[in-house]
């Protein structure tokens, strides 16, 4: 396979160039002096931690934010982006870590809006759906509103929304994050099928292997600035991370120590609950579970399977149809939508930290305590670029999390709730929140973890349920096993 060189001066299969690109907020520099290029025919990967500029980078590219200083083109032949009206029309569409979906919309009148002209056509915008489903494997339902769907259908809707507008070069941020295993490795077999019909795309990924798996070129920037780009085939794991974080690092996540199996005393119980939606389907049925102190007990399911029903009764978020549960007062909940059910984006993080148990709270609000609590969560869990001050909006998707990690921690609760803990972290933070994780778990604290990622879950548990069809089952902590049992395999 071709292996572009990045340095050439120029390209006639360029699609995508950005040239000595800077960029600042605030008086802080993101971006110093970047160039990036895209040619027809490949995948090129972008890597860097949390906070080096990857997504203020393709931004810039789509024409989100203007560039302070550079050149920003695309199309063939290439021409000036200054909008993402410019980046549509020379084929470009990103695909953004963060939904842009309209929720009281449907599938279809999302794919709709903004990408056509005229008379809205239901039918045929429906047909362009379920074809782009049938191509991809990313099939939704045309009727069904953006609200109602899961994370990862709201992954699919933003696909197929670029995928529908024509788009020839994609760029996709983070988009296996919130994908199962399977899904994912789907979706970036389409993409590689996508870029060698000639079409090209940039992966934005903390996941390494997935970037030598499937990239023809592969670029890392470290705090703003571009410290490495080379052919895929030329790289490793270990030049990676050293290139990501300046040193050298272990790039996978060491499995906890599981002890004997045993739990502490109960903390939480539930005794025979079903759950039904806002249609009357049952989407849990007669669950029997006990939680133990000190325990991690890792959910694992395929998307859709009654898993999020599940956490939410777990950490008192939903309430059952039948049957009887027994909680904590104090439960910490990290939600998988940091910035749809975690924070409010446009205030700071001092009101964010205020929102820890908000339904609970009485009394005059005392700010100069939750101030120092926001401190304490920056400075503990390594919130990069933030301040009490800071509005949460400006934090990459990676401190974000971070952040509402450490606020539901702060406090040291009697059991928390994670879903898909570090979506969107690199190695260093992922190690970090593992980290943050055990700790917890060994001072008492009940932690339950759900990932879409089963090696994440397996690096955690020290027990593993798989909730299938609505119904949980505990399972030996076996990759084998719990794949089976996660398919309804017997």
């Known amino acids: 396979m071709h292996q572009p060189g990045f340095d050439r001066e ?31 025919g490949t995948i090129h990967a972008l890597l860097g931690e949390n906070g080096a500029g990857k997504s203020t980078l393709m931004r810039i590219a789509f024409g989100l934010h203007a560039a302070d200083r550079g050149e920003v083109q695309a199309g063939t032949p290439l021409r000036p982006i200054r909008s993402p009206i410019d980046a549509i029309t020379s084929g470009v569409g990103m695909v953004h870590q963060h939904f842009t979906n309209v929720p009281a919309m449907t599938v279809v009148e999302n794919v709709a809006l903004g990408g056509r002209r005229g008379r809205f056509d239901e039918a045929a915008v429906s047909s362009l759906v379920r074809d782009i489903g049938e191509r991809t494997g990313l099939t939704l339902d045309p009727r069904a509103r953006a609200g109602s769907l899961s994370v990862a259908g709201q992954q699919r809707l933003e696909i197929v929304k670029a995928l529908a507008r024509g788009a020839r070069a994609l760029i996709l941020d983070e988009p296996t994050a919130v994908l199962a295993p399977t899904e994912a490795t789907e979706l970036l077999e389409w993409l590689r099928r996508f870029a060698d019909a000639g079409n090209a795309a940039v992966l934005i990924t903390h996941r390494l292997d997935e970037a030598l798996r499937v990239a023809d070129q592969i670029t890392v920037l470290r705090r703003g600035t571009r410290v490495l780009s080379a052919p895929a085939a030329s790289l490793d794991t270990f030049r990676l991370s050293e290139a990501m974080i300046g040193q050298s690092a272990a790039v996978s996540l060491p499995r906890t120590d599981r002890g004997n199996g045993t739990t502490g005393s109960s903390i939480a119980q539930l005794d025979g609950v079903s759950v039904r939606d806002d249609r009357g389907v049952e989407s849990l049925t007669d669950v029997n579970l006990v939680v133990g102190e000190g325990e991690i007990l890792g959910i694992a399911a395929l998307d859709g399977n009654g898993q999020r029903e599940l956490l939410r009764v777990l950490s008192g978020r939903a309430r059952p149809s039948h049957g009887r549960v027994s909680i904590p007062d104090e439960v910490g909940f990290v939600p998988e939508d940091r910035q749809r059910d975690a924070l409010i984006l446009d205030e700071s993080l001092t009101i964010n930290a205020a929102l820890r148990d908000a339904g609970k709270a009485r009394g005059i609000m005392r700010w100069a305590q939750h101030r120092e609590q926001a401190r304490h969560v920056i400075a503990d869990y390594d919130v990069r670029g933030g301040t009490p001050e800071t509005q949460a909006r400006t ?21 928390i709730v994670v879903e898909n803990p570090t979506r969107g972290l690199d190695i260093r933070a992922s190690a970090a929140v593992h980290t943050r994780l055990r700790l917890a778990a060994q001072r008492g604290t009940a932690v339950i973890v759900y990932s879409q990622d089963l090696d994440e879950v397996l690096a955690l548990a020290t027990r593993v349920v798989v909730v299938h069809r609505g119904r949980v089952q505990s399972v030996p902590i076996d990759r084998g096993l719990i794949g089976r049992a996660m398919l309804g395999v017997a």
């Open 10 to 40: 120029t390209s006639p299969s360029e699609v995508l160039r950005l040239s000595n690109v800077a960029k600042s907020f605030s008086g802080t520099v993101v971006l110093d002096d970047v160039s990036f290029r895209l040619e027809a």
């Open 395 to 415: 934090l990459s998707g990676g401190n974000q999390q971070k952040f509402a990690l450490g606020r539901e921690l702060n406090t040291s609760p009697r059991m």
